[in-house]
């Protein structure tokens, strides 16, 4: 083909340049001047720029070896233009200075002659090939690894055998608030707290045995001064000879990590209120006291501490007023202890405190008297309110008044009573006399079996609220004992017994029969869906393996259906043969017969076991709920509570609820129930009924 035209000479050059980009051989072409003037695509792989980046330089720059000028010049003067030169060197590509290439260098002439410039192909030795892709195969390790690193939530941090940071990444730089720049080559002991400082030197000794960290927990600063708690890994860095070199630092932040645990322990053994060691502390130190004291022969005091009269308090001041005297009543106690002592809330307005080896009556005389003279001064209340208190105490000392931690606290409480009956605001101690004459538990015992055939009980009822509708929809039915001697008393002040001596279960029944009764009664009367939901005790709970068939009868032969009725049981009643409690809890849902969870949060609170078993609702305890402010710990766990439980199906009840603020967070929160003082006390049958008149005919109340 004849090349007649410019057209055609761009056609043909086109042609050859395809064919050079086309092939596997890196080939450059450079100037007599030896500036580089063409290179094709593998050549650029091989160098590792860009073609533009090359094109434009000294050649000698990627072919340093002073034998390819040699191999030129012969070129050019001998004008050689057969056969080209072949020879081996190194050219230095940008991941590596010394790849081994046989070059093969060809010169490049004018059809007359003359020399324009030179060719060089140059074809990667196999040996070289093999290095350069190891080393490029390290050089993406390297970013992968340093990607690894940045990207970690963990610090990971390397120094050396002298402590001095050589690395420091991303995550280090949140954790402790010191960049990489203002760490890297800095002692490690820069982040120490000053009674840490050793720390160091144990690490770096064992790092230089060889010795690996291992998840070792312990603090360090932050930038701002704050701790940080950490658990951190530290291992040697060896070198290619298997010589330490430094230290590589894993360090995870565990800070909020143990908060958290923190908070779960300090819930599960400190008495929200009061901010004292609860009964499940109190109860654990006093048994390792007791061992101490067994093997170290000494002896240790149990004080039974229970308000005078504070039941009234309550019922004429209400229980934010109760609560308050309480707290302040807790701190002056404290302060009559040492610091070796341990003051509890028992429950309700009882205190224990263990007092370690004091055994003599003089010593315990002096803590008694000081606990008695700080109540006798009145308690100022926030409300203006001025409230005096006294106390009635019970001591028995170990090991003369009991061997184990259950028959010192049960003879304290002994002794505490008879401080009661002897007057109150005064201290008795422990006598065995006092197990037959002065046990409460079993005179109580006793009276319990005449309590029934004297109708010397009688049901309350507090409504539940339906937090939408701002209705009453339910109510729970409250059983009380209105003793002959002691007057009225509360469940939690006999029902304990009644599981004991068996009687639980004619009581349980008497409550039954009467609710049903009344709920029928109420509901033919003011045509409301009304619910009433009565306790069930975990002895009652576990006698069968269904619902009883005589309340099925008698809320057929009533003319109730099931739906009406709830069961409350507890949590660690649900929790015990949960077999045959999935059974049980199986035969209610049959029968139509719902279950709320009483109290949820104190005890195991698995959702888990919640899933598992029919149950309809959840209670949230009381603690919760008035412990609770925006944002506060309780708001969280109330939040949460209330959403997971809905996710489950389940419904919510907020116990407890005793202000306009607790009311409109549980609103908000979209908690279906709410019960507690803020909508009403436990009422009376009458008073139940006309709230039950008013809200059926609002009227009533208008009027």
Known sequence: MRLGDSHQIAEVQHFHRILLEGVNLAILAESVEGIVLYCNAS?????????????????????????????????????????????????????????????????????????????????VLEASLIQQNTINELTRYKQNLAAIVESSDDAIISKTLDGIVTSWNKAAEKIFGYSADEMVGQPMLKIFPPDRMDEETHILSKLKSGEKVDHFQTIRLHKSGKQVHISVTVSPIYDAEGNIVGASKIAKDITEKLNTEKLVWRQANYDALTNLPNRRLLMDRLAMEISQAHRELHGLTIMFIDLDHFKEVNDSLG????????????QRIRECFRQSDMLARFGGDEFVAIMPCLDQRKDIDIVCSKV??????????????????????????????????????????????????????????????????????????????????NTEFFLNYQPIIDLNTHQVVKAEALIRWKHPVLGVLGPM????????????????????????????????????????????????????????QHWLAYMQEVGLSGESLIVEI????????????????????????????????????????????????????KAFVQDMKKDGQSFHLCEALIVMAHKLGLKVVAEGVETQE???????????????????????????????KAQSNPSLTAA
């Open 372 to 453: 008695l003279k700080t109540l006798n001064d009145p308690f100022t209340l926030e409300d203006g309110n001025t409230v005096y208190a006294s106390a009635s105490i019970g001591v028995a000392v170990y090991p003369m008044d009991g061997a184990s931690d259950q028959e010192m606290i049960k003879h304290a409480d002994q002794a505490m009573y008879e401080a009661k009956r002897k007057g109150r605001n005064q201290t008795k101690y422990f006598i065995p006399a006092m197990q037959v004459s002065l046990d409460k538990h079993h005179q109580l015992g006793v009276d319990l079996r005449f309590a029934l055939q």
């Open 493 to 548: 002040e006999f029902i304990p017994i009644a599981e004991e001596t068996g009687i639980i279960h004619a009581i349980g029944d008497w409550v039954f029969r009467t609710a049903i009764r009344q709920l029928k009664h109420w509901q033919q009367t003011f045509q409301l869906p009304l619910q009433l939901s009565i306790n069930k005790s975990p002895l009652q709970f576990n006698m069968g393996h269904d619902v009883p």
């Open 570 to 621: 507890t949590e660690s009643t649900m929790m015990t043969q949960q077999d045959s409690t999935q059974n049980k809890l199986l035969s209610f849902a049959q029968a139509g017969i719902q279950v709320a969870i009483d109290d949820f949060g104190t005890g195991y609170s698995s959702l888990a076991y919640l899933n598992r078993f029919d149950i309809d609702y959840i209670k949230i305890d």
């Open 319 to 330: 229980h934010n007023i109760g609560d308050e005297l309480l707290q302040k009543v807790s």
């Open 662 to 692: 607790q009311h409109a967070l549980l609103s908000a929160m979209q908690c279906d129930f709410g019960q507690g003082f803020f909508y009403a006390r436990p009422l009376s049958h009458d008073d139940f009924e006309h709230l039950l």
């Open 43 to 123: 050549a650029a792989r091989l160098l590792g720029y860009d073609a533009e980046d090359i094109i434009g330089q000294p050649l000698i720059r990627f072919l340093p070896d002073p034998v390819h000028r040699f191999q030129k010049n012969q070129l050019a003067t001998q004008k050689v233009t057969h056969g080209p030169i072949h020879y081996q060197t190194v050219c230095a590509g940008r991941q590596s200075p010394t790849i081994k290439v046989m070059v093969t260098v060809l010169p490049i002439l004018k059809p007359g002659g003359e020399l324009l410039g030179f060719s060089s192909q140059l074809q």
